[in-house]
């Protein structure tokens, strides 16, 4: 190798490809691009000094940056030590680069709900509390990340939020820069929260407006990347919520979680028939809690009785006079409320359990489909023949 101009055999063009390696872990996008670099020095002897800027101060990434910035550059020939200084950006550098990771896109502006968005928005609704919404999303959630997607999740359920802690999460903070706010990641997804912002269990206690005004923060302020699929865990019912998503993200596709009780399929298909009013797709139901398997035989024991789910997908069907399919049935199993109170989701601990296998089936069909071309724009200008 030739000698570069400092003595060594180590290049500056060589620790600066090192650290385009080095992603930011709350932007996922190397610091070269971010501007993060804020210099290199390299000694005679092969010491490099790397100067980085952190977006704030008191970034709770700093050790995790330091840390990977060390070790990219140390795997250089020649390297021999390697020193991390950090900085902080200024207020201007903050905004250059809030103003590069929207893509010179007007601020308060939700991405998902532009033409030219592929990301897949499915809002997760059910018509009363307590049949496994939260546990549905975080699992599907988890599922599509394992499977290679790029997977968001909006904690849409103000009052009764839930997600952090069953995704792992719970602890995490965002980070906010300028305007823009950083979510957190667990198990492979992104996600956000109004309790990441409330002190302990706290109790959120809003009306509508600002209902409203929460939900298009975490939309439009959150800066999420390119995702593949965003889901959206709704509160129960078809309140103030329901109504934004609606306004906020027309596309957003519905998903529909049900029990084969009949009395709650009832309200689910309520829940569901919002889509006519709304003008959106229903994509499927889930029926959740579908059977005990027996521990004794093969049977499944209906503890919440059979049907509720094909119930529902039926009246929605006749409702909105497009198909609405049950995407899959889900037994009841000890393993998956352990997994929402550890914060380890059973599609990756147990993914071979009755209900990871069918949670990771749902999440196949869902991540696996496409967008159509509706809506979107085509880069086609007519041509006037005369």
Not at 173 to 188: D, H
Not at 318 to 340: H, K, Y
């Amino acid at each position: 190798m030739a000698t570069d101009t400092n003595g060594t055999s180590v290049s500056e063009d060589a620790i600066r490809a090192a650290l385009a390696t080095v992603n930011d872990p709350e932007i996922h996008r190397p610091i070269t691009d971010l501007g993060m670099v804020k210099s290199v020095e390299i000694g005679a002897d092969g010491a490099v000094a790397v100067a980085v800027y952190l977006t704030v101060q008191g970034c709770p990434m700093r050790e995790t940056i330091t840390s990977n910035v060390r070790n990219a550059v140390a795997s250089v020939e020649g390297v021999t030590e390697v020193s991390v200084e950090l900085d902080v950006m200024s207020d201007e550098q903050r905004k250059e680069l809030a103003a590069s990771l929207r893509g010179g896109t007007a601020e308060r502006e939700v991405p998902f709900a532009k033409p030219g968005s592929l990301t897949r928005v499915y809002a997760v609704a059910s018509g009363k509390g307590g049949v496994g919404k939260s546990s549905v999303t975080v699992n599907l959630a988890a599922a599509m990340a394992a499977d290679g997607l790029k997977v968001g999740v909006v904690d849409a359920d103000i009052y009764g939020h839930s997600v952090p802690r069953m995704l792992g999460a719970g602890d995490s903070r965002p980070t906010q820069v300028e305007n823009m706010i950083m979510p957190p990641s667990a198990n492979g997804v992104k996600v956000i929260s109004i309790g990441m912002f409330t002190p302990g269990n706290a109790p959120v206690v809003w009306r509508g407006p600002m209902l409203h005004r929460a939900l298009q923060q975490f939309l439009a302020d959150v800066y999420w990347g390119d995702l593949d699929v965003l889901l959206l865990d709704l509160p129960p019912g078809t309140g103030d919520i329901a109504i934004s998503v609606a306004q906020l993200v027309p596309n957003a596709e519905i998903l529909v979680v049900t029990t084969p009780q009949q009395a709650a399929a009832e309200v689910a298909e309520r829940a569901g028939s919002i889509a006519v009013q709304t003008h959106q797709k229903i994509v499927g139901v889930v029926e959740n809690m579908s059977g005990l398997p027996c521990p004794h035989c093969d049977e499944m024991v209906d503890v919440f009785g059979t049907g509720g789910g094909q119930t529902v997908a039926d009246g929605l069907t006749r409702t909105t006079g497009a198909n609405v399919p049950v995407l899959g049935s889900i037994p009841i199993d000890v393993r998956l409320r352990e997994g929402g109170d550890d914060g380890r989701p059973v599609v990756l601990t147990d993914p071979e359990s009755p209900a990871g296998a069918a949670l990771r089936a749902i999440a196949g069909k869902l991540g696996g489909r496409r967008r159509g071309l509706s809506g979107m724009s085509l880069g086609i200008t007519p041509r006037n023949k005369f």
